[in-house]
Nanobody
Framework: QVQLVESGGGLVQPGGSLRLSCSAS????????IGWFRQAPGKEREGVSC????????LYADSVKGRFTISRDNAKNTVYLQMNSLLPEDPAVYYC?????????????????????WGQGTQVTVSS
């Protein structure tokens, strides 16, 4: 059974940092592109970043470039999202998703329609 579980969310002050984790089970993580997405209340789910199966390719949304870093440890079946310099516009529920194809090549890889499995999400709140 394919399962993705996000963790690491919480409350942080503006300018602070959080590291999110996406733990995978039920499949070989090193065969799949993984993406991070976020959804704020009343808004559509938007792509934040993706990483190719072996970690050689990464993509970021313009809104997070230079602040967020995606990485993966396939031996631990985990993908991470390091979020630094958090801004008031970053709060959302953050999700990780698994893409059925190696899509982390063009910015279209940050569209939710490219992903087939999702975790339950972890809440990130930025407030002073």
């Amino acid at each position: 059974q394919v399962q993705l579980v996000e963790s690491g969310g919480g409350l942080v002050q503006p300018g602070g940092s959080l590291r999110l984790s996406c733990s995978a089970s039920g499949f070989n993580l090193d065969s799949y592109t993984i993406g991070w997405f976020r959804q704020a209340p009343g808004k559509e789910r938007e792509g934040v970043s993706c990483i190719s199966d072996r970690g050689r390719t990464t993509l970021y949304a313009d809104s997070v470039k230079g602040r967020f870093t995606i990485s993966r440890d396939n031996a631990k079946n985990t993908v991470y999202l390091q979020m630094n310099s958090l801004l008031p516009e970053d709060p959302a529920v953050y999700y990780c998703g698994r893409a059925p194809r190696p899509v982390c090549v063009t910015q279209s890889a940050l569209s939710p329609i490219a992903y087939a499995y999702w975790g339950q999400g972890t809440q990130v709140t930025v407030s002073s």
